[in-house]
């Protein structure tokens, strides 16, 4: 049998990573929460919620306010998803552009798109999707895969 | 797409059975989760998160039930046994096809069961119906831990298993499918956290299952799919077993195409014409199974494969077997040679001539080969049906061969069941690749006495030349055989018209032509067996099924790969 291509296993845990934090952000709009918020938190198990229940440590503060006050990580990462559907599926008027065509890019965009779902709640298996996604992308490009050209960058026979 | 998704889905009376049942059976499992969930005065504390808890109770049983689906069909062994029995209701060829329709309805209840235990364990946090936070549940306690693995599971094998992922190398998908095993085991544990309980603390205790039923309310599914698993788990072993018996790589013959045919002895390995097995050579690669039709007859004393060089697999076993790509390609080419000289006045009878790697000219010994099967092909039904259509593409000639080597035996013996005439269809790209068949083809033809039995018509596809043209022109006309299969029978150009072909089947047989002495009360079978590229077989398919009438039935059956 063949060679193992890492870039086409690579877009296809792309994109499933993608529709889950597409997914996962519309519900954590719905229920905000940020993933971290454990972290210097305390839970007061004596006294029944809103008294008791769980408290975020005060080192919280910042990330609560962009993901519980205002939920703009979760808009964030659902743009996000959205943008790298558009690119891997891909979309008629990406498959021109230079980024279609760069496994590094798309590393990065799989990066940054995984940094932006790791924070809130129900976004950290996306993250880890994305990353595996992206360490996929980086073993292409290392291994010097080539996009596939894409058939319209030939320009249509009517214009040559 | 030709056909509408509603005219394939809703309008095949087979299928929308098989919606109904299939999607039916998913939906009543659901709403029987939801409603013995809601309705459970115990578990009141837990239904204070009302819909997520519902839901992912539907959800998690539905999923109970594909988990016990998915390995069914994967059960070879078994599939093999029951297949002729049941063939009537199932398509159990279509083994591999209900495997992926179980994934795919795992993957969207295993997406519904996740959002809504992501609501249920934030509000668990939110109100303190349990005094834990939602974190722990989801990484800390068993139903967490398990769920994000099977998650994580599915992706690496959903992805790998994309079809062009798996076709692309195979090797990739065959090794990660087998997460399966730990997808399984967290599947069959996923409960064992004791979530759903009416007592404040999971109920734990010593023995097992190490949770305590009085408290601990799940459904228990895993003591209902754990079956297909154990059977699972036991037809590897037994299939390990059944490998490791006595085998004998007796011959290997290089035909000029540049088949290799490897002649297996093994004598507990039983087997009927149209099956295939797994091949596995250690030498070559310890871990790796192949899957090969069986070309030889069940009458012959030993097993043969065709097998040609075009993986990395199957040339690294040429080389091996000292028939390496070098050795191929001079053959090949010699054929190629002999082929262009046919009008030397010699009968090209060269061209079909094999060549035996002689074992004790090597250095090497020949290397422990083992085989694993047989598993089925629908082309065991061939005396079943009155007609037999025999289709075949390119490399989709193999199972033929068997057949057709059967068809001879059972002749011989005067024993052919139902089955009154073969239309045997061969579809070939190129010329060379008649070589290792067509031997095969002569003797099979050259032992015909009743010449209305078999009708070898061979399609050759390819472009061809003006020279060979001619050549042809030149050697065909007046020459006993064709100059190009060397068989009685000629050799026809481009692609067969498959509409005239099966209404010249039916008014031939309505007019009585066909089978003389054929009852018209009778409803007669015509059975086409197709194998190759799945495009073709759609034509065929929708052409023989066309020509069904109220006396002739038309049926259709495909190999797959």
Redesign the interface.
Known sequence: ?????WH??AR??SI??SVYLV??GM?GIA?R?F?WD?VG?H?D?VN??PI???HPGPNSAPFLEIIVKVPLIQILSILFGLFTLLLEYPAPFMKQTSLYRSFVARAVLLVLQSFVAVFF??GT?AA??GT?AAFAYGRAAMRGEMMEEAKENRGKASAA | MSESWFKREILTPRRLAFNVLFYGSHLALFAYGWYSQETNTKLSALNGLKFSVWTSRGAGLVLAYDGGLILVPMLRNIVRIVRPKLSWLLPADENIWFHRQVAYSMAFWA?VHT?AH??NF??V????VR?????HIHYQEAGGITG?TM??LM?LM???A?H??RQ?????FWYTHHLAFFFMIALYTHATGCFVRDSTNPDYISTFPFYSTQHCLGYESWRFIIWPGILYFGERIWREIRARRTTELSKVLVHPSGAMELRIVKPSFKYKSGQWLFIQVPDVSRFQWHPFTITSAPEDPYVSVHIRQV???TQALGERLGAGPSVVASLTKAAMKAEEKVDDAAPAFDRGNFVEIDANATTRPMPLVRIDGPYGAPAEDVFKSEVAVLVGAGIGITPFASILKHIWYMQRKGNLGSLRRVEFFWICRDAPSFGWFQSLLQEVEAAQTNPDFLRINIYLTQKISEDMMWNIAVNDTGAPYDPLTLLRTRTMYGRPNWKSIYTGIRSAIETGRYLPGREASLRTKVGTYFCGPSALAKVVREHALAASTSSIDFTFAKEHF
């Open positions: 049998m063949g060679e193992f291509i086409h296993w296809v845990v499933f990573a997914w996962a519900w229920y929460k993933f454990f938190g839970l198990t029944a919620p008791g229940g769980f709640y129900q298996n880890i999707y595996i | 997406m959002t992501y609501v934030i509000n946090e939110r109100t303190q005094k834990e936070i939602a974190l994000h998650l994580l992706v959903y992805t790998t994309h062009k992922i692309q190398c195979f090797e990739a993986g990395d697999f």
